[in-house]
């Protein structure tokens, strides 16, 4: 039986091709990350115009917390609905100067104001008041039971 010797490709010349390999494919990589993320920056970063927080809060009566709120975008906002620990909050009574009811238009820099109804609320909890916006923007905010801020 005769034993033929097979020739592999030389050392250097393999390590030459791995070479090109790997920088091809890099540069692959390289052009498609770049127009990916050149197609998500590409729209000049705006932020949304319509945006609202937080300016004070009165939580010492658990029934009743007065919340604040302000109107920080570039253009006027309308309040779609107000969530207190992810439900629909009842508010009893919305105060001066504006009151915060749903459909309330509040203009830039403009504040608003509004009681909600709370019950079974332990003094030193925490709960999520979240402000939904006819746009569909929304202010999301932490408050604490028995504390002003």
Do not use: E, W
């Not at 705006?46 to 009566?61: L, P």
């Not at 207190?84 to 909050?89: K, L, Y």
């Not at 203009?107 to 925490?126: A, E, K, V």
């Not at 932490?142 to 504390?147: F, K, L, N, V, W």
């Amino acid at each position: 039986m005769k034993v033929t010797a097979r020739r592999a490709v030389d050392p250097i010349i393999a390590t030459l091709l791995l070479i090109a390999i790997a920088v091809a494919s890099g540069i692959i990589v390289y052009v498609y990350v770049n127009s990916l993320a050149g197609g998500l920056t590409g729209g000049g970063g705006a932020q949304v115009a319509d945006q609202v927080s937080m300016d004070a809060y009165n939580y010492g009566t658990l029934a009743a917390p007065v919340v604040t709120i302000r109107d920080v975008g570039s253009g006027t906002v309308s309040i779609n609905n107000i969530f207190f620990d992810g439900q629909i909050a009842t508010i009893s009574g919305a105060s001066s100067p504006v009151g915060c009811a749903t459909g309330t238009a509040i203009t830039p820099t403009s504040t608003c104001q509004f009681t909600l109804t709370t019950t079974g609320i332990t003094s030193g909890t925490s709960h999520t008041l979240k402000v939904l916006l006819t746009d569909g923007g929304t202010g999301v905010m932490t408050i604490i039971a028995g504390r002003s801020g």
